[in-house]
């Protein structure tokens, strides 16, 4: 069986560069990885976190489906844009759903890949690699992947498509180091 990973992004516009990121690690997997799988996992269905919304410890069906999501797979690719130096609120909302009793994202390894500003989304990867440590999610440390959207040479399509060659290529890297370090939290 395939190792299965699980793709999230934390934005949710249509242009979305990192959800492009995304996209281009999708088929990258599909492309040079044959034991591997991705998929990219919607979010914008969650509700917002409350509490009251769990009656007698289950959960609203999107968030079920979301944190089965999460449970079944072996690793998780965040692509984690930055707000204000921060992550996203809807992407901070998946993070908190999946944490509630049991918390599923334990154990599991992850990578985090970010597309913004002039740090190309660094502060906020670093703010998810800190609740990481609460959740028990193991992030692969190197290479960190934070692509300037904005600065020339262009890297992103209207639609948000990666174009940049030496992107795709480092982002390949990416996904070698994460199916790696799975494999080994796995043994
Ligand atoms: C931003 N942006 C941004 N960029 C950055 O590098 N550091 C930051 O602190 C912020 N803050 C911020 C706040 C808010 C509310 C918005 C809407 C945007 C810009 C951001 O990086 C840019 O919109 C990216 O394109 C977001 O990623 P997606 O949507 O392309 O995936």
């Not at 968030?63 to 072996?74: H, I, N």
């Not at 334990?106 to 660094?122: L, T």
């Not at 992030?139 to 890297?155: C, L, R, T």
């Amino acid at each position: 069986e395939k190792l299965k990973i699980i793709g999230i992004s934390g934005s949710f516009r249509k242009g979305s560069t990192n959800t492009g990121l995304l996209r281009a690690a999708v088929e990258i997997v599909e492309k040079d990885f044959s034991d591997v799988s991705l998929e990219i996992v919607e979010i914008s269905n969650l509700p917002f976190v409350n509490t009251d919304l769990e009656v007698n410890g289950t959960y609203p069906e999107s968030v079920t489906e979301f944190r089965a999501k999460v449970l079944s797979a072996d690793g998780i690719l965040f692509a984690c844009p930055e707000y204000n130096y921060s992550v996203t609120g809807v992407l901070k909302n998946a993070v908190d759903w999946a944490s509630r009793p049991p918390n599923v994202w334990g154990d599991k390894g992850a990578a985090i890949i970010s597309s913004g500003g002039g740090n190309g989304g660094s502060r906020s990867s670093y703010h998810l690699r800190q609740t990481g440590v609460y959740i028990d999610l193991h992030f692969i440390n190197k290479p960190e992947m934070f692509v300037k959207a904005f600065e020339p040479p262009q890297k992103f399509d209207q639609d948000g498509n990666l174009i940049d060659q030496k992107s795709k290529e480092y982002l390949k890297e990416v996904v070698k180091a994460l199916r790696a370090w799975i494999i080994r939290l796995k043994r």
